[in-house]
C-alpha cells in the first residue's frame, strides 16, 4: 500500500515562491514513478512535473524554469519548488505515483495512488 500526504500550499503574489511536499508511505525499497498534477479550476488534470525511480525528470512547457522536481529518499518525500508564480498557476496541486515503469508521464492514468491534493492560490 502508497499513501501520499501533500503539504505547503498558499496564497501568495505574482512573483512569488512556494514549496510543496509530499510525504510517501510505502514499503521499503519500492521504487517510484512520481509526478505533481494540478486541477485548474473547469479543467481536467494536467501534469506538471515528473520524476522517476532514477531521478530522471520532466516539465510541462509552461513551468519549465520556474518550477524544479525533487525527491530526498532519506525522507521518503517529493518536493515541487515553485517559484516566479503567476495567477495562471492558481490550482489545487496532486502528488501521484505508481510503482510499474511510466511510459507517458504526464498520463494522469499512469499512476494508481494519489494525494489528497494542496491548494496553490497565486494573486495579481
Known amino acids: 500500500q502508497i499513501q501520499l500526504v501533500e503539504s505547503g500550499g498558499g496564497s501568495v503574489q505574482t512573483g512569488g515562491s512556494l514549496r510543496l511536499s509530499c510525504a510517501v508511505s510505502?514499503?521499503?525499497?519500492?521504487?517510484?514513478?512520481m509526478a505533481w498534477f494540478r486541477r485548474i479550476l473547469g479543467y481536467e488534470r494536467e501534469g506538471v512535473a515528473a520524476?522517476?525511480?532514477?531521478?530522471?525528470?520532466s516539465y510541462a512547457d509552461s513551468v519549465k524554469g520556474r518550477f524544479t522536481v525533487s525527491k530526498d529518499n532519506a525522507k521518503n518525500t517529493l518536493y515541487l519548488q515553485m517559484n516566479s508564480l503567476k495567477p495562471e498557476d492558481t490550482a489545487k496541486y496532486y502528488c501521484?505515483?505508481?510503482?510499474?515503469?511510466?511510459?507517458?508521464?504526464?498520463?494522469?492514468?499512469?499512476?494508481?495512488?494519489w494525494g489528497q491534493g494542496t491548494q496553490v492560490t497565486v494573486s495579481s
Open positions: 501521484a505515483a505508481d510503482p510499474h515503469g511510466v511510459v507517458n508521464r504526464f498520463d494522469l492514468n499512469e499512476y494508481n495512488y
Open positions: 520524476i522517476d525511480a532514477d531521478g530522471s525528470t
Open positions: 510505502a514499503n521499503t525499497g519500492i521504487r517510484l514513478s
